[in-house]
C-alpha cells in the first residue's frame, strides 16, 4: 500500500521555468515531510523539509507548499536551472519512529538549457 | 559531514550466488536502513536496524536478510541471488528518536543477477 503518492513520474522544464512536483499522502500522523534530491551515481540527499503547522517554507529558489486539510504538498523550483536536473522524492515520516519514513515514487525532473 | 559509504558501486553475480553488501557510518547513528530503488517505485524499505544485533523487517524482506553486529556497520545478505533482485541498493542512516527525521545515504550499490 503507498502511502505517498508523487506525481509527475517525469518532469521536462525550460531553463527560468517553474518546476512542480505534487505529492499526497493518507496517513495523518505524518509529522515531517522531506524532499530528497538525487543526482545519477548519487545517494539521496535532504534537500528541503516541512512540518505540517506551516503552509510554505522557502530556501532559496525551492518552495514546499503545504496543505494540511487535503493532505497534498508540493515542491515548486523556481528559476530552474540545468544543475537542477535529478531526480526528487518527497516522503512522509512520524517524527521518532525510525521505521515510519515513506518515501514517493520519485520525479525525474530534466531541465533543458 | 556524515559519512555513509558502501563496499561496492557495481557488482555482477550469478543466480544463486550469495551475495554481500556492506554499509558503513561514521556518526555513530543508532539507526541503519536498507532500501532498494527501481524505477517508478521509488525506494522500498528492505530492513533496517534500530541498535546492534536488533532488526526489523520493512517492506520487501523476502530473499534477503541483514546483519548488524557493530554499531557502525550493517550488512545486506541475498542468501541465492535471484534475476529478480537486479536492482539499486542503498543504505541509509539516522540518529535516534525525534534527531532521527533526516536519513543520510550512501551512494549506491547497483546490481546485477544474470
Known amino acids: 500500500q503507498q502511502q505517498v503518492k508523487q506525481s509527475p513520474q517525469s518532469l521536462i522544464v525550460q531553463k527560468g521555468g517553474i518546476s512542480i512536483i505534487n505529492c499526497a499522502y493518507e496517513?495523518?500522523?505524518?509529522?515531517?515531510f522531506p524532499w530528497y534530491q538525487q543526482f545519477p551515481g548519487k545517494g539521496p540527499a535532504l534537500l528541503i523539509a516541512i512540518r505540517p503547522d506551516v503552509s510554505e517554507k522557502k530556501e532559496g529558489r525551492f518552495t514546499i507548499s503545504f496543505n494540511k486539510s487535503a493532505k497534498q504538498f508540493s515542491l515548486h523550483i523556481m528559476d530552474s536551472q540545468p544543475g537542477d536536473s535529478a531526480t526528487y522524492f518527497c516522503?512522509?515520516?512520524?517524527?521518532?519512529?525510525?521505521?515510519?519514513?515513506?518515501f514517493g515514487s520519485g520525479t525525474q525532473l530534466t531541465v533543458l538549457p | 559531514d556524515v559519512k555513509v559509504t558502501q563496499s561496492s558501486r557495481y557488482l555482477v553475480k550469478r543466480t544463486g550466488e550469495k551475495v554481500f553488501l556492506e554499509c558503513v557510518q561514521d556518526m555513530d547513528h543508532e539507526n541503519m536502513f536498507w532500501y532498494r530503488q527501481d524505477p517508478g517505485l521509488g525506494l522500498r524499505l528492505i530492513y533496517f536496524s534500530y541498535d546492534v544485533k536488533m532488526k526489523e523487517k520493512g517492506d520487501i524482506p523476502e530473499g534477503y536478510s541483514v546483519s548488524r553486529e557493530k554499531k557502525e556497520r550493517f550488512s545486506l545478505i541475498l542468501e541465492s541471488a535471484s534475476t529478480n533482485q537486479t536492482s539499486m541498493y542503498l543504505c541509509a542512516s539516522t540518529a535516534g528518536g525525534i534527531r532521527g527525521n533526516e536519513q543520510f545515504f550512501g551512494p549506491g550499490t547497483r546490481l546485477t543477477v544474470l
Open positions: 496517513n495523518t500522523a505524518f509529522d515531517y
Open positions: 516522503a512522509a515520516i512520524i517524527s521518532g519512529s525510525a521505521r515510519q519514513l515513506t
